[in-house]
């Protein structure tokens, strides 16, 4: 780094790096880096890191404020294809000392201008040689190479990152730039820094970045924002608003509610693949934007966003209802949106809100087993979860349910390993982290605040409406049971009181199951009735008209 300026000298101070940088990811090997030698002056008393640190910013450094190079200053380095490599090694080994956690690294980058080096090659404001000497392509590059090192430093120095006007920078490169990869890997940045806590939450909307983010959003030109801008863009807006009161007003005021009702507006939103993620941005956003501020809630409602978040249900796959059943349960807390739910009918297929939730419900009650009978639950011990019954469940099947455990845990442990942040490798975790809820449980909540007789419904699904209103009691009879198969099992005697709440709460939920079966047997043959009233009357026209003739 001192005395090489041959070709094959950088090529070699280049692979030097690259040992480095590999042995910087190891905790132990790092030590070295940080522990001072024994040096008889203080002058000497400069440890390895520091000594990188020095040649990372001394050109920058040199020129901060100077637009020009003289005889006095000259540039330590050159702009090379082989310097320009050597520029983003060392920065990136740097980058790696500090993702290790270490104080003492932390320390000494803060003590460093390594923070400052990285911003003055972002901002607009900077006249420097230093980042002028750069031809345009080499430029942008090494600017796209800052902003992934500082989007990743900010975890660690945060406090460093806002003391020396990060946010500032960050916040003008993204208004001024026009390329699209140094869009995005600013607001890579900018998402890192979003899910810190209010007061800096507070500091980043304070440099105006939710005008930026807005403006990006309501840009409805696919090659100037493409989708995964705009999906950053939500996700940044979601995590600045999430528990920050203050920025759920400023999203308010800037007039943004009406952009989340726009956004689930998209015809492709449920359906496409390519906007599966970008679905669950969405979602995540009117989570924490809208849901629970009633002013918010107030313009959602009347901007028909109730409407739209159902025929958006209606429509989605699998890995989106759960959200979508949780935003829609969140919103039903606001009493005036029962009206609103009430009001719905599908466009596509003319079914009420309650109808809609029914049909999630049989789904769910298909995915998990359950039998019914001319509409009649069959399994009265288990009447939401047959297939679990553990009493049912061999030895053999027990070891081997453990066995399919540990395989899922093998796969997982794989899949992180291997194209862990990818975007098909996120789909598969939603899908299969959604496939793990009960979507009956959310379709109880949201029916026990709106009413379960609120809309018409056909007999079947009054049938299934006497299930879902007894969803927890079943679902507690169901907990019980399981209680006491493993007692038996552990050969565990609880006490007298406990064994006999412990019958008791099995009974209770049994009879609850018995009159459940009950009313739906009646709905069953009222509706055969029903049916064979219209049935005789049919003939008896038919039969009037031949009389007739």
């Known amino acids: 780094m001192k005395q090489g300026y041959k070709l094959e000298d950088k090529c070699l101070r280049n692979e030097i790096l690259i040992l480095l940088n590999y042995l910087m990811r190891d905790e132990k090997a790092l030590l070295y880096f940080v522990d001072k030698p024994q040096a008889h002056s203080i002058q000497q008393q400069t440890n390895f890191l520091e000594v990188l640190l020095f040649y990372a910013t001394i050109d920058e450094v040199t020129f901060y404020n100077?637009?020009?190079?003289?005889?006095?200053?000259?540039?330590?380095?050159g702009t090379t294809s082989e310097d320009l490599e050597f520029k983003k090694l060392i920065w990136s080994g740097i980058l790696t000392a500090v993702q290790s956690g270490n104080q003492a690294v932390l320390e000494?980058?803060?003590?460093?201008?390594?923070?400052?080096?990285?911003?003055?090659?972002?901002?607009?404001?900077?006249?420097?040689?230093?980042?002028?000497?750069?031809?345009?392509?080499?430029?942008?590059?090494?600017?796209?190479?800052?902003?992934?090192?500082?989007?990743?430093?900010i975890v660690y120095l945060k406090d460093d990152f806002y003391e020396k006007n990060g946010l500032f920078c960050l916040t003008k490169f993204l208004t001024n730039t026009q390329e699209l990869d140094h869009k995005e890997r600013c607001l890579k940045a900018f998402n890192n820094a979003s899910e810190f806590e209010q007061n800096y939450k507070i500091k980043i909307c304070d440099e105006g970045v939710m005008d930026n983010l807005i403006e990006f959003l309501q840009n409805e030109n696919d090659n100037d924002n493409p989708l995964k801008i705009k999906e950053l863009c939500f996700s940044i807006i979601s995590n600045l608003c999430k528990e920050c009161n203050k920025n759920k007003k400023l999203f308010r005021q800037k007039g943004a509610v009406e952009l989340m009702v726009n956004a689930l507006k998209n015809p492709n939103l449920g359906t496409s693949a390519r906007y599966a993620l970008y679905a669950v941005s969405v979602l995540d956003c009117l989570w924490n934007t809208i849901l629970g501020n009633r002013k918010s809630e107030a313009i959602f409602l009347d901007s028909e966003g109730l409407y739209v978040l159902l025929e958006f249900l209606e429509?989605?796959?699998?890995?989106?209802?759960?959200?979508?059943?949780?935003?829609?349960?969140?919103?039903?807390?606001?009493?005036?949106?029962?009206?609103?739910?009430?009001?719905?009918?599908?466009?596509?297929?003319?079914?009420?809100?309650?109808?809609?939730?029914?049909?999630?419900?049989?789904?769910?009650?298909?995915?998990?087993?359950?039998?019914?009978?001319?509409?009649?639950?069959?399994?009265?011990?288990?009447?939401?979860?047959?297939?679990?019954?553990?009493?049912?469940?061999?030895?053999?099947?027990?070891?081997?349910?453990?066995?399919?455990?540990?395989?899922?845990?093998?796969?997982?442990?794989?899949?992180?390993?291997?194209?862990?942040?990818?975007?098909?490798?996120?789909?598969?975790?939603?899908?299969?982290?959604?496939?793990?809820?009960?979507?009956?449980?959310?379709?109880?909540?949201?029916?026990?605040?709106?009413?379960?007789?609120?809309?018409?419904?056909?007999?079947?699904?009054?049938?299934m409406v006497e299930v879902i209103q007894l969803y927890p009691h079943f679902k507690i009879g169901e907990i019980w049971r399981?209680?006491?198969?493993?007692?038996?099992?552990?050969?565990?005697?609880?006490?007298?009181?406990d064994y006999h709440w412990l019958m008791t709460s099995i009974e209770e939920s049994e009879?609850?199951?018995?009159?459940?079966?009950?009313?739906?047997g009646l709905i069953a043959r009222e509706f055969r009735k029903v049916q064979e009233e219209e049935l005789t009357k049919f003939y008896d026209i038919i039969r009037s008209n031949k009389l007739t003739k």
């Open 108 to 153: 000494a980058v803060k003590e460093s201008p390594f923070i400052i080096t990285l911003l003055l090659y972002i901002d607009p404001l900077a006249n420097s040689y230093a980042v002028n000497r750069w031809s345009p392509p080499q430029k942008k590059e090494i600017q796209l190479h800052c902003l992934g090192i500082l989007g990743n430093a």
């Open 482 to 497: 399981e209680i006491k198969y493993d007692l038996e099992q552990d050969k565990i005697k609880p006490t007298s009181d």
């Open 66 to 77: 100077e637009p020009i190079r003289t005889n006095q200053l000259k540039a330590f380095f």
């Open 315 to 463: 429509t989605c796959d699998d890995m989106h209802k759960k959200l979508t059943l949780s935003c829609l349960s969140y919103l039903m807390e606001n009493p005036k949106a029962i009206p609103y739910f009430c009001d719905w009918n599908s466009p596509k297929t003319m079914i009420n809100s309650t109808q809609l939730l029914v049909k999630i419900y049989v789904a769910e009650d298909q995915r998990f087993g359950v039998k019914y009978s001319d509409g009649i639950v069959t399994n009265k011990l288990r009447p939401l979860n047959p297939q679990n019954d553990p009493s049912l469940r061999s030895p053999n099947q027990q070891g081997d349910h453990k066995t399919k455990h540990m395989k899922s845990l093998r796969i997982q442990q794989e899949d992180l390993e291997s194209d862990v942040g990818s975007e098909a490798y996120l789909v598969r975790r939603i899908t299969e982290k959604s496939a793990e809820y009960d979507l009956r449980a959310i379709v109880f909540a949201i029916l026990y605040r709106t009413g379960f007789d609120k809309n018409e419904l056909l007999p079947n699904e009054k049938q």
């Open 511 to 520: 009879e609850l199951v018995m009159n459940c079966m009950n009313t739906q």
